[in-house]
T-cell receptor, first 116, second 113 residues
Framework: ETGVTQTPRHLVMGMTNKKSLKCEQH?????MYWYKQSAKKPLELMFV???????ENNSVPSRFSPECPNSSHLFLHLHTLQPEDSALYLC???????????????FGPGTRLTVL | GESVGLHLPTLSVQEGDNSIINCAYS??????FIWYKQESGKGPQFIID?????DKRQGQRVTVLLNKTVKHLSLQIAATQPGDSAVYFC????????????FGTGTRLKVLA
């Protein structure tokens, strides 16, 4: 199993709820990522943090709010989501953002989110 | 636009046979490629990678072939086992030194007993 953990594994929420997804990596990596995986679609990069600093916001709606308190932890705060936001949310980490060839991203198991 | 695609969305293989999963990429400048395996209910798992200065790389029961002339990547799994059943997708790094990978949609491999 990978050194990236995510909680919760499943989440059902209403459109008016506020919830948070948590990710933790035990690999000593410096970069962490949030991806959205929808059925029959490629992975969509949402946010990137490198050394706790956000270096990418891939035009993600403000109802998704990331937080990275340190290089090992990453959160995704959710509020006022829409049903089309239902998807598998994956966290990943890598040794060094921008490390070039060989900077492999390792994924967590994901949080299956359902928005009612 | 740039894309990473797969020739077959579903591949069924008899247990014990070899599997070949294909991937086409469009950016000739891509210099690094990864194959991931994603089992049901799990996140993508790194299988094997290859850099553009190589055309073949072998791992344990897996081999990745890179044909830069036709921008084609393949994953070969020897002696396919039931545990190999999963979705496999490739990822390319079109801009060296960045984290921005382009991921394919995946091929589902079904191993028949």
């Amino acid at each position: 199993e990978t050194g990236v953990t995510q909680t919760p594994r499943h989440l059902v929420m209403g459109m008016t709820n506020k919830k948070s997804l948590k990710c933790e990596q035990h690999l000593g990596h410096n970069a962490m990522y949030w991806y959205k995986q929808s059925a029959k679609k490629p992975l969509e990069l949402m946010f990137v943090y490198n050394f706790k600093e956000q270096t990418e916001n891939n035009s993600v709606p403000s109802r998704f709010s990331p937080e990275c308190p340190n290089s090992s932890h990453l959160f995704l705060h959710l509020h006022t989501l829409q049903p089309e936001d239902s998807a598998l949310y994956l966290c990943a980490s890598s040794r060094l953002n921008g490390g070039g060839a060989g900077d492999t991203q390792y994924f967590g198991p994901g949080t299956r989110l359902t928005v009612l | 636009g740039e894309s990473v695609g797969l020739h077959l969305p579903t591949l069924s293989v008899q247990e014990g046979d070899n599997s070949i999963i294909n991937c086409a990429y469009s950016n000739s400048a891509s210099d690094y490629f990864i194959w991931y395996k994603q089992e049901s209910g799990k996140g993508p798992q790194f299988i094997i990678d290859i850099r553009s200065n190589m055309d073949k790389r072998q791992g344990q029961r897996v081999t990745v072939l890179l044909n830069k002339t036709v921008k084609h990547l393949s994953l070969q799994i020897a002696a396919t086992q039931p545990g190999d059943s999963a979705v496999y997708f490739c990822a390319e790094n079109p801009t060296s030194g960045t984290y921005k990978y382009i991921f394919g949609t995946g091929t589902r491999l079904k191993v028949l007993a």
